[in-house]
């Protein structure tokens, strides 16, 4: 392509030769190769603009910035909106591969990443293909990609976008965060279907206030029917979230398809005869007149609606009702959502969660809380650099819903794993409770509770979920809640048998 075939961007003001060639899209200036577009995207840690010459040195044959650089000898695209233009400008350069695609998106506080799981696991059990871009991975085409952000940056979707297109997947399901709508990743990809879990309170940091945060999700719903499809379009809504009734209601140009546990719906899904235990949700899955025999692996009552929300996107995307159960009967568990660890042989049970929000902690503990354990003891943390609102709340709910807490470090990044501390108990110290401890070091805080669980107990690792890293200050370091978890669960298992051997009676496990 040239740099003229970009000149329909009416806020675009290009500079240089317009027969430039261009061959490929980057805006890492470690990744560009010769006749790359660089985008020199502006950033909350460092500016794109200090990578400019090192882009060009490597043979980039144009610059997108937001100003004019001047005595820049390469040619430039200077645009107001870098991250919106990105977007078009991909989406020309790789032929509107979401065109070829049908685009489902998942968007809310909690749940898109259990949702995007099942989904997958519907189309699979269907012989149907997809790929997935999500918190955990991206994973298309039998690979797996490590993801850096829930919802990349619109260059990364549309090169996946397009690599999924040419090997003949069909479906894309995609993790749609407030931060990516937000900040234009997604502007222009011509979402298909459109899902939304709930509203809780997170990212205020970013949002300021829950109607900033509310508007950024309601993004994705507004722009349906905008792009170049012209075919039918779905949102499928959470009628039992305010928010989801409040989206309702804004004039989106799509059928929408309502779930719910509280309510059966005419033309939604809903469930009834919830059957929860240890191995998971038994209930009927209930829409348009059908009634259909879900068994999903997922505890807990806020996977029921999980397990809704996807029964609507694949059912809107021309799955039947019926082997669209089947598939979901057939999904597994996501990785680190209610991901058990074997302590059996303990007699107690270690659970790790991605919790991260005050609704996420209480789903999870209620949920653990179903299969009737003598206590849940919690370890969970905030992180740092993040909304710091949400911390007194989130201290609040863990001592009131668990039996014991742990507060310890999650992702301290550059603050103070003390002052974050701090915070939480906060929220604690208002409830007059004193079941917790303060213990910044995470692993401590792990291995403590392992070693004072007794026999029936649930230990909830909370916060980090899939996550194998700890960031502390501005450096990563690995950290894997299950690997260490497993690790005290087999120090106090050696200790169990050592204490059995032992002819002395001091040891009690």
Known sequence: MKIKDFAFFKDAEIFGDMETEISGV??????????????????????????????????????????????????????????????????????Y????????????????????????????????????????????????????????QSADIYKMARQMADLGIKYLVMEVSSHALSLGRVFGIDFDIAV????????????????????????????LGKGGKQNKKYAIINADDKYGIKLSQLGIDADIKFYSLEQTLDEGFSAKNI?????????????GGQTQKADIKHIGLHNVYNALAALG????????????????????????RLERIDAKRLG???VVDYAHTEDALKNAVSAL??????????????????????????????????DFVFATSDNPRTEDPIQILLDVE??????????????????????????????GDIILIAGKGHENYQIIGTQKFHFNDVEIAEKYAALRENLRIAANRSPQKEFDF
């Open 275 to 287: 059957i929860a235990s240890g191995g998971g949700n038994k209930f009927d899955a209930i829409y």
């Open 97 to 152: 591969p979401d065109r070829e695609l049908t685009v489902i998106g998942v968007t809310g506080t909690n749940g898109k990443t259990t949702i995007t799981y099942m989904i997958e696991s519907v189309f699979a059990y269907n012989g149907l293909k997809c790929g997935v871009v999500g918190t955990v991975n991206y994973r298309y085409g039998g690979k797996i990609y490590a993801a850096p952000n829930t919802t990349p």
């Open 369 to 402: 809380r179903r299969l009737h354990p003598k206590r849940i003891i919690t370890v969970f943390g905030c992180g740092g650099d993040r909304d710091r609102t949400k911390r007194p709340y989130m201290g609040k709910i863990a001592v009131e819903t668990s």
């Open 196 to 223: 939304f879990t709930n509203l809780t309170q997170d990212h205020l940091d970013f949002h300021k206030d829950m109607r900033n945060y509310f508007e950024a999700k309601a993004l994705l719903f507004k722009n």
């Open 348 to 350: 107690f049970e270690i």
């Open 426 to 455: 906060v929220g604690i110290k208002r409830t007059g409770k004193t079941n917790y401890k303060i213990e910044a070091d995470r692993e401590a805080a792990i291995k403590e509770a392992v070693m004072m669980a007794d026999k």
């Open 26 to 95: 980057e805006y890492d200036s470690r990744n560009v190769s010769k006749g790359d577009a660089f985008f020199a995207l502006p950033g909350h840690n460092t500016d794109g603009n200090k990578f400019i010459e090192e882009a060009v040195l490597r043979g980039a044959s144009v610059v997108i910035v937001k100003e004019k650089i001047e005595n820049l000898s390469t040619a430039q695209i200077a645009v107001k909106d870098i991250f919106k233009f990105m977007s078009v400008f991909c989406a020309k350069f790789y032929n």
């Open 313 to 336: 996107a694949c059912v809107s995307a021309g799955v039947s009702f019926e082997k669209a159960v089947g598939g979901l009967n057939n999904a597994a568990q996501a990785p680190g």
